[in-house]
């Protein structure tokens, strides 16, 4: 087992739920973009408590809006009980590699929003997801403004500068 503060990169890919069967296998709620890729990933860290274990998945098939997972590390019911509820993370190695524009959400939060004529704006809190495109929550001196994902609104992210810049459209923001 490893200590908490040894993994500071890590995404959350699911939490497990119920054992299924007796051999050790869980159902997982995946909290990833792509629950399928559970086939692909060599190693999980599950967190227990303040500990994460390092585990490698044998077995990895969808059933419903779940992944039922098994584990090379257990291969029985009454070992992988008392892990129900506990999350799985992937390090930032094994996450999900990303295309030109796209983003971890870990990496956005907490960046400093500009507006384009450079003045600050705000800090960016969180990113929602709803069904047409993605929305950052900004927080504005204390007051939440969203701003949709969008190239009219959305101008500049930089992760390395640690910075978003922005164009608001009339009715985003009032002061």
Avoid: W
Avoid at 71 to 94: H, P
Avoid at 131 to 159: F, Q, R, T, W
């Amino acid at each position: 087992m490893t200590e908490i503060n040894d993994y500071e990169d890590l995404f959350r890919v699911g939490v497990l739920l119920k054992p299924h069967g007796l051999k050790g296998e869980m159902n997982v709620y995946p909290t990833t973009d792509d629950p399928e890729r559970f086939k692909d990933i060599p190693e999980v860290l599950l967190k227990n408590g303040n500990e994460y274990i390092k585990l490698h998945i044998r077995s990895a098939r969808p059933k419903k809006n779940l992944m039922i997972v098994g584990f090379k590390e257990y291969t029985d019911i009454n070992q992988v009980e008392k892990f129900e509820k506990c999350e799985l993370y992937v390090t930032r190695e094994n996450a999900i590699p990303l295309e030109e524009g796209e983003y971890y959400i870990k990496d956005l939060i907490g960046l400093s929003v500009y507006l384009t004529d450079g003045s600050a704006f705000g800090t960016l809190k969180d990113v929602l997801k709803t069904g047409a495109n993605d929305v950052y929550s900004v927080d504005v001196k204390g007051k939440e403004v969203l701003i949709p994902v969008i190239p009219d609104c959305i101008k500049e992210v930089d992760i390395e500068n640690k910075k978003v810049v922005v164009s608001l459209l009339p009715g985003l923001y009032e002061e």
